[in-house]
């Protein structure tokens, strides 16, 4: 029983994170880890306990200074004392989700969203919009219509901007393409 209650006094918040495991305490004693895991069965509870204190504190402490939801987080919490987030969330889970419902969403712009369109900038009608369409396989670009291609009349632009396929290459388009190159 002497074990257990050193373990009692060792597994407290105050205690920086790093230590709050059981081969810590281990080198502490003296002893091997083994033979303080079987004098003291519960040591994971003590840890457990220790360390959800430490995360509650700290998120309160992050909270009491916080406005917005952004600024409370498991990954805040972790960075404060220093373990992975994944166990901030796993030992206080259903805190962290009631203190940031508590706090306001930060938002910028009109009709809630983070990103206003620059001033002077006219907006586009997407009804307007022409969209390149797709030729055999591959997107022909609307230039073609307008005259405005690179690509010299008579050969077509998938020709010139096809590379030639080797050993590992398999040819993009459909079985006319496979045809084409001979495979």
Not at 72 to 82: C, E, K
Not at 124 to 132: I, Q
Not at 140 to 162: C, K
């Amino acid at each position: 029983m002497r074990l257990q209650a050193q373990a009692v006094d060792f597994f407290v918040p105050s205690r920086p994170a790093a230590e709050l495991c059981g081969a810590a305490f281990a080198r502490h004693l003296g002893r091997a880890y083994t033979t303080v895991k079987n004098a003291v069965p519960d040591i994971n509870v003590l840890k457990r306990a220790a360390l959800r204190d430490k995360a509650l504190t700290a998120m309160r402490d992050l909270a009491s200074g916080a406005q917005f939801i952004d600024q409370v987080s498991a990954r805040h919490v972790s960075i404060v004392i220093g373990i992975r987030p994944d166990l901030v969330k796993s030992l206080i889970s259903a805190e962290l989700d009631c203190t940031r419902a508590s706090l306001r969403v930060r938002r910028k712009g009109r009709k809630g969203g983070n990103f206003r369109l620059a001033d002077g900038l006219p907006t586009v009608d997407a009804s307007l919009m022409r969209e390149p369409f797709f030729f055999e396989g591959g997107v022909e670009d609307l230039a073609t219509d307008t005259g405005l291609s690179a690509v010299p009349e008579g050969s077509s632009r998938r020709q010139q901007s096809q590379p030639t396929p080797g050993p590992c290459r398999r040819s993009v388009g459909g079985p006319s393409a496979d045809a084409a190159n001979g495979s």
